[in-house]
Every structure is written in C-alpha cells, then in structure tokens.
T-cell receptor
Framework: AQKITQTQPGMFVQEKEAVTLDCTYDTSDPSYGLFWYKQPSSGEMIFLIY??????QNATEGRYSLNFQKARKSANLVISASQLGDSAMYFC???????????????FGKGTKLSVKP | DGGITQSPKYLFRKEGQNVTLSCEQNLNHDAMYWYRQDPGQGLRLIYY???????QKGDIAEGYSVSREKKESFPLTVTSAQKNPTAFYLC????????????FGNGTRLTVT
C-alpha cells in the first residue's frame, strides 16, 4: 500500500486565486512528520513547509499553509494568491518516527503538477 | 553560501560502464541521501547515511553502491548491474533531528545508451 497518496496528477489555477493540493498518508506510527516540496522544471527540490504529528496548529509559511486533519490522515497544501512562478510539481512527503530512532529519510508521493494561468 | 553540490548536471554513459555521481555538502549536516526520480514519478530512496563510514540500503539499492568517508561527501556509483540506470538522481542532506527537512542538490541527469 502506498504510504503517501496524491490523487491529483495535474491542477490548474487562475493567477491570484487560492489552490489546494491534496495529500493523504498511511502510517501506524504515532510520531511522524509531513513535508511539502516544490520542484520547478529545472529539477531542484525546494522545501516549503513542515507539520509534525503532535503539532496542535496548522503550519503556515508565507503564502503556504498546511491543512492538517490527523483523524483523516490528510495534509493538504494550500497556496494563497497564486503566482505564475508557482507553476511546478509539488510533492508531499512523510518521515516516520522520531528522527533519532528512525531512518530519517522521507517517503514521497508521486506529485501534483500545478499550472497557474495568467 | 552553504549548500549541496551535485556534479555533473548531465552525464552520458554507454551500457556496461560504471559511473560515479558526486555529492558534496557544506551545511554540516549529519545525514545524506540518494534518491532516484523517473518521469512522472516521485522520489525513491537508493541509499542513506546517518554517520561517516556507515550507510544503509534504501528501497531500490540493487545495482548501486555508495561510500561515506567524509561527512561532506556521499558519492553514488551506478554499476553495470543496474538494469535501468537512465534517470534523474538527487542527493540530499539533513540534520539529525526531528522536523529537519532534507535539503537537495540540483540533481544529475544520467543517460545510459
């Protein structure tokens, strides 16, 4: 079974509008972390935002926020006021376990391609 | 500026040849990782290392080898045993603490013909 599921292969959004990218995860570990990355066409992976499983509030970083619904095992990324430069692949990823006792690596979903229309 | 450097950006090899991809970081990170990305796919873990002179296999280690002789360096060798080596390879590093994100290099695109 997939650990990270991103059900939207591609999304379109109008410039200046908000968009939500879906991510669901599967783990039995009570301690985990969720990450979102952006990958432009140039290929580099850019870290956007992090949410820990014990965090009480949803994470926010500038125009990025994470809609964390623990009971539903969902960690959707919300991008507000979309810009043309937001066009890219977006990956949701999970790290299981406290870092010191786990592998430390991230498990990635297959990504969502976001296209921002002018 | 600190960062992760992967070289070269593009690499072409003939089938049957081993090839080594370089990865260097000056972020003083403890852990380093190698991921493979195929078109339309997410990243899959090849190898990772949490400490010098120690490394573990990831999900798709067959046909690959690594070394970690220095904290800053984690080279990946794609051997002739790797059946489908053409892919985009990404190196990453992170601190050994909860919540620490992986920082990635710009990747190496390997084409084997």
């Amino acid at each position: 079974a997939q650990k990270i599921t991103q059900t939207q292969p591609g999304m379109f959004v109008q410039e200046k509008e908000a968009v939500t990218l879906d991510c669901t995860y599967d783990t039995s570990d009570p301690s985990y972390g969720l990450f979102w990355y952006k990958q432009p066409s140039s290929g580099e992976m850019i870290f956007l935002i992090y949410q820990g499983s014990y965090d009480q509030q949803n994470a926010t970083e500038g125009r990025y926020s994470l809609n964390f619904q623990k009971a539903r095992k969902s960690a959707n990324l919300v991008i507000s006021a979309s810009q043309l430069g937001d066009s890219a692949m977006y990956f949701c990823a999970m790290r299981e376990g406290y870092y010191g006792g786990s592998q430390g690596n991230l498990i990635f979903g297959k990504g969502t391609k976001l296209s921002v229309k002018p | 500026d600190g960062g992760i450097t992967q070289s070269p950006k593009y690499l072409f090899r003939k089938e049957g040849q081993n090839v080594t991809l370089s990865c260097e970081q000056n972020l003083n990170h403890d852990a380093m990782y190698w991921y493979r990305q195929d078109p339309g796919q997410g990243l899959r873990l090849i190898y990772y290392s949490q400490i010098v002179n120690d490394f573990q296999k990831g999900d798709i280690a067959e046909g690959y080898s690594v070394s970690r002789e220095k904290k800053e360096s984690f080279p990946l060798t794609v051997t002739s045993a790797q059946k489908n080596p053409t892919a985009f390879y990404l190196c990453a590093s992170s601190f050994d603490r909860e919540g620490s994100p992986l920082h990635f290099g710009n990747g190496t695109r390997l084409t084997v013909t």
